[in-house]
């Protein structure tokens, strides 16, 4: 079963090696979603819990990145380098992850399944 859940969050960024505009220090609305390809328990009729999935994404991901500097942790921090990151990130506490897509702006996503750089 594919289960997917959808997270938001906001932050600030610069892109050092990014020729144009990017280069200086701007924001975003971040929104991601996250799918995990996982079974379903026989005895509680779920996969996982939506909320254990929040937990995991509130701890690691959202408290670092809410109203943050990405530059303080990522060094060139493109949605490409984000959505690598999330899934680093949350891989070990979400077992299953399957996919992240991340939306930079309304639009315009990338999408990331573990795959190499």
């Known amino acids: 079963m ?12 610069h892109l050092p090696r990014h020729p144009g505009k990017c280069k200086f220090v701007h924001g975003h609305s971040y929104r991601f979603a996250l799918s995990l390809d996982l079974p379903v328990s026989p005895e509680t009729g779920m996969t996982m819990d939506f909320s254990d999935i929040h937990a995991a994404v509130e701890e690691k991901i959202l408290r670092p990145c809410d109203h943050r500097n990405l530059n303080d942790f990522l060094e060139n921090p493109t949605a490409e380098l984000i959505a ?24 315009c996503s990338v999408v990331y399944r573990g795959e190499a750089l």
């Open 2 to 13: 594919r289960v997917r859940q959808e997270f938001r969050f906001e932050a600030a960024h």
């Open 84 to 107: 690598v990151w999330v899934w680093q990130t949350l891989r070990p506490a979400l077992p299953g992850l399957a996919e992240v897509e991340l939306w930079e702006v309304e639009g």
